[in-house]
């Protein structure tokens, strides 16, 4: 079953496999602490970054944020800037999905090669492809674990009850699919016909354990849009209150994943009788 083996133990390999000198930015463009202010904003080799590293005497010290640095005092870079802290670095060794969960806080970060200061990443590079297999990754475990969840209702009750659940036309969408995987030699059961939207539909209306339904709804249409975008080369970072929506839904789809394998896990112990 694809849920065999040791899922934490793949996620793991693909933090190793994947990670943030895959995306960061190297031979970077700086300035320096004591340079005026005026001169680096206009400055035409640092017109497209929002952020400049800062150094002094050769080592970085500091970030500039260009779009809020003209409404600092000062009229040195060493008066506007953010002086270098800890978590402005980020090794560039650092798995792409860790990065993911904590881009926001900060939304810039230098990267570390080497032991030196040697990169930068920011919320546009979630848009580059090393990203996108790491997130359809993740989401993929999630779905995987909701159709786990749902077998084990459909061996409570039955196949047929699970599926009642759904419309009439996402269950003729079904057929369709359970008759194609059939003619390929690819049919398990009927469960795993449905689509990611049949599951979020069936988690909740089976009785999943959920706080509120509708905040359940609504985080996992935002997962599956959000697999759909990374899946069909869709801009889901392209801005950054997208970049921002993102990773909050990779966070979500964390949590989902948390709390399906502790369910699971719970039914399974249920089962063989451990405490």
């Known amino acids: 079953m694809p849920l065999e083996g040791n899922a934490d133990g793949i996620l793991l ?3 190793q496999g994947l990670n943030v000198g895959l995306i960061a930015t190297f031979d970077l463009a700086c300035c320096n ?38 409404d600092r005092n000062g009229s040195r870079v060493q008066e506007a800037m953010d002086s270098l802290q800890g978590n402005m670095l980020i090794s560039a060794e650092a798995g792409i999905l860790s990065f993911i969960e904590s881009a926001d806080h900060p939304q810039c970060r230098l990267v570390l090669r080497d032991s ?12 580059k492809l090393p990203v996108r297999p790491a997130i359809f990754l993740l989401i993929t475990h999630l779905e995987l674990l909701m159709l786990a969840w749902l077998r084990e209702r459909s061996e409570q009750t039955s196949e047929t009850k699970v599926l009642a659940e759904l419309s009439d036309g996402r269950r003729e969408k079904l057929e369709e699919e359970w008759d194609r995987l059939k003619a390929n030699d690819l049919a398990i059961d009927r469960l795993s016909a449905t689509q990611f939207c049949d599951k979020r539909v069936l988690l909740v209306r089976l009785g999943f354990p959920v706080p509120s339904k509708g905040a359940a709804r609504t985080e996992l249409e935002k997962i599956e849009n959000l697999r759909d975008s ?21 966070r979500k789809t964390r949590r989902w994943i948390g709390v399906l394998e502790r369910e699971l896990n719970g039914s399974e112990d249920a089962a063989t009788g451990k405490p």
């Open 230 to 250: 990374v899946a069909h080369a869709g801009d889901y970072a392209l801005t950054r209150d997208n970049a921002l929506n993102t990773i909050a839904t990779v």
């Open 116 to 127: 030196r200061v040697d990169g930068i990443v920011t919320l546009s590079d979630l848009q």
């Open 33 to 70: 602490a004591g340079d005026h202010l005026a001169d680096v904003l206009t400055r035409q080799d640092l017109a497209a970054f929002d952020h400049v590293p800062v150094k002094r005497d050769g080592d970085v010290v500091g970030l500039l944020d260009k779009t809020s640095a003209s």
């Open 13 to 15: 390999s693909l933090e």
